[in-house]
């Protein structure tokens, strides 16, 4: 089993950066590619953004925040980040961080976090 705690959401006017944190425990070291998704109001849950470290590694956006948020792992720590910059109004949502121990690249993951809020203001 694995547990995912996110932690960096809040409040942020629109321009702003956030950097959301989430960190593994329990099977950590099987763990091979994690990911951000995130869920407005309303909406359907959508990717964001994804890192993977076997199979040559890369990272994954999704197009809405490509060259805004950089998705990053410290392996070490068990840790991923997430840092958004130039934040929208429209990326106001509940961030949602996930684990897998497959590293293909897909949004099928196993394990979810509780989620961080993020809201951005106009």
């Known amino acids: 089993q694995v547990q995912l705690v996110e932690s960096g959401g809040g409040l942020v006017q629109a321009g702003g950066s956030l950097r959301l944190s989430c960190a593994a425990s329990?099977?950590?070291?099987?763990?091979?590619?994690m990911g951000w998704f995130r869920q407005a109001p309303g909406k359907e849950r959508e990717f964001v953004a994804a890192?993977?470290?076997?199979?040559?590694?890369?990272?994954r956006y999704a197009d809405s925040v490509l060259g805004r948020f950089t998705i990053s792992n410290n392996n070490a720590k068990n840790t991923v980040y997430l840092q958004t910059n130039s934040l929208k109004p429209e990326d106001t949502a509940v961030y949602y961080c996930a684990a897998d121990f497959n590293s293909d690249w897909g949004d099928n993951y196993d394990y979810w976090g509780q989620g961080t809020q993020v809201t951005v203001s106009s």
């Open positions: 329990g099977r950590a070291s099987s763990i091979f590619r």
């Open positions: 890192v993977r470290w076997t199979r040559g590694g890369g990272t």
